[in-house]
């Protein structure tokens, strides 16, 4: 339904009140503020929060936004990252989807793009789960970019893979290209190497700081497969973030949106939110008839 604005904060009580009388859908992007070449601090956030607001049109879902101090792991070197304990962030987002499932919001969807949210969100989807029974879900942006080239022919999957410029329609679906950097001196995108390069299962050309790891990550997780911090600020990130004229940084933009809205489409959030109701339903119905006696006890309700 056409909505002045799906941001949760930016709407009044009562034109919340008025959604929830016709859906219960919300999408929670998840993100760290922390050190990304020369992206802005808030990148792995933005980019979720650009695909949450995309998914919400699909679906006539609301997006709280804002939660943008969590896990960051390696990239606690750079002093502009806000480090925040796993523990910590599980803690605030576990209350945040208590209070969500209280306001009304039976379908919540967590959107993330960090490479340590798995640390946060699978805990949290999993504990929430046990103890109230009602299934809320959790999206990966990297994922899902991935996810959408299984569905696209050749030709299309080829344009919409990159997932750095699916992050860049991020900027441009919330009004922030802006916040991007403008330098003159720098290369054009085109000339630039990449920091490293992730293969199946083997990393090429990593870093300095990481080479005394570079067997270890084969056999897990890169991201938390081992505790390392970052050496150097190039060495998350590189020299992402800068464009050598607004020209070029609106061009990637305008090919980013509309690459994110591929990806979306891609995803059939109708199919997903669908399923995530007929989870709720089974669960307390079926599971609870088998199971009920057994199951952990709920710890603010009965079954739902």
């Known amino acids: 339904m056409e909505m002045r604005t799906r ?28 050190m990304h070449g020369r992206c802005p601090l808030e990148i792995e956030y933005v980019g979720p929060l650009g695909m949450a607001i995309a998914m919400a049109e699909k679906v006539d879902g609301l997006v709280l936004d804002g939660l943008k101090y969590f896990y960051n792991g390696s990239c606690a070197t750079g002093k502009g990252t806000v480090r925040m304990s796993v523990h910590d962030g599980y803690m605030y987002l576990k209350a945040i989807a208590y209070s969500l499932m209280s306001q ?4 919540q969807i967590y959107v993330t793009g960090h490479g340590t949210s798995e640390l946060t969100l699978g805990a949290l989807v ?47 679906i919330t009004g922030q290209k802006e916040d991007l950097i403008i330098d003159p001196n720098c290369e054009p995108r085109e000339k630039r190497g990449e920091t490293f390069k992730p293969g199946h299962n083997t990393f090429q050309g990593l870093p300095e700081s990481l080479q005394n790891i570079s067997h270890i990550i084969n056999f897990g997780s890169f991201a938390y497969s081992i505790g390392f911090y970052m050496g150097d600020i190039q060495d998350h990130g590189g020299a992402q973030g800068a464009f050598s004229s607004a020209e070029e940084r609106d061009a ?16 059939d959030m109708p199919l997903f939110v669908k399923q995530m109701a007929d989870q709720a339903e089974y669960t307390n119905t079926v599971i609870k008839e088998k199971f009920g006696k057994t199951l952990p006890k709920n710890k603010i309700s009965d079954w739902v």
């Open 126 to 172: 999993g504990d929430f789960f046990d103890e109230t029974k009602r299934p809320i879900a959790w999206i990966d942006q990297m994922t899902v970019t991935a996810f959408a080239r299984t569905r696209l022919g050749p030709e299309e999957s080829a344009k919409y893979n990159n997932f750095e410029d699916v992050t860049y329609g991020s900027y441009a």
């Open 104 to 107: 009304g919001f039976k379908r």
């Open 252 to 267: 990637v933009c305008a090919s980013g949106l509309e690459q994110l809205r591929k990806v979306v489409d891609a995803v």
């Open 7 to 34: 941001i949760l904060s930016r709407l009044s009580n009562y034109e919340v009140e008025d959604y929830l009388e016709r859906n219960d859908i919300i999408f929670i992007p998840v993100g760290p503020t922390e």
